[in-house]
């Protein structure tokens, strides 16, 4: 079965930088969506980042993120990643790696595969 498991959050001050990274394994899936989502209390969980598995083409970034973060893909090493620059205190939350499901990436229904989530905490 699909899974998707994540790990680089952490907490850190604002300015300072994390690497989140989603393992992935049993998704055969192709040309279909992969993305990190974050959450925080009293947000909904929202993509900031997408792409396509395998190969990382099609790349959208939310803007609130544009600039600042990065989503990558190893697929040799069947990983999903997200390198986070420039943080920023509305930055904090929990973070998601999804994958679809869908060849549109952009809405939280194209993706039917999640991880746990990692905390990502950023402080002044």
């Known amino acids: 079965q699909v899974q998707l498991v994540e790990s680089g959050g952490g907490s850190v001050q604002a300015g300072e930088s994390l690497r989140l990274s989603c393992a992935v394994s049993?998704?055969?899936?192709?040309?279909?969506?992969v993305g990190w989502f974050r959450e925080s209390p009293g947000k909904e969980r929202e993509v900031v980042a997408s792409?396509?598995?395998?190969?990382?083409?099609?790349?959208v970034i939310a803007d609130s993120v544009k600039g600042r973060f990065t989503i990558s893909q190893d697929n040799a090493q069947n990983t999903l990643y997200l390198q986070m620059d420039s943080l920023k205190l509305e930055d904090t939350g929990m973070y998601y790696c999804?994958?679809?499901?869908?060849?549109?990436?952009?809405?939280?229904?194209?993706?039917?595969?999640w991880g746990q989530g990692t905390q990502v905490t950023v402080s002044s």
């Open positions: 999804a994958a679809g499901g869908s060849k549109t990436c952009h809405w939280r229904s194209d993706y039917i595969f």
């Open positions: 049993g998704y055969n899936y192709r040309g279909f969506c």
């Open positions: 792409n396509h598995w395998p190969g990382g083409s099609d790349t």
